[in-house]
Nanobody, 126 residues
């Protein structure tokens, strides 16, 4: 069974940093890809970052480029999201998910979702 568990959220002031972790089980990286998503109250879910393991393709939402870095550890089956220079607009529940990363009209997206992990709350105060 494909399972994911996100952790590492917390409350920080604007300009602060957090590192989220996603523990994956039930699949090998490459069988599925992994992405980070977030949802703030009253807002639609937003894709934040994702990785296509076989092609080593990383992508980021424009809103987080140059501030968030996604990494993975295939031995530990872990995926991380290092977030720096956090802004109040980054406040949301963050989720990791397994699926397939595809290029659609030149832009990477995650589709064919297999599993969603439980979220972790990130709160950034001004």
């Amino acid at each position: 069974e494909v399972q994911l568990q996100a952790s590492g959220g917390g409350s920080v002031q604007a300009g602060g940093s957090l590192r989220l972790s996603c523990a994956a089980s039930g699949f090998t990286f490459g069988d599925y890809d992994v992405g980070w998503f977030r949802q703030a109250p009253g807002r639609a879910r937003e894709g934040v970052s994702g990785i296509h393991f076989r092609d080593k393709l990383l992508y980021y939402a424009d809103s987080v480029k140059d501030r968030f870095i996604m990494t993975s550890d295939k031995v530990k089956n872990m995926v991380y999201l290092q977030m720096i220079n956090l802004k109040p607009d980054d406040t949301a529940v963050y989720y990791c998910a397994a699926g397939t990363v595809k290029l659609i009209n030149g832009t990477a997206h995650m589709t064919d979702f297999v599993s969603w992990g439980s979220g972790t709350q990130v709160t950034v105060s001004s």
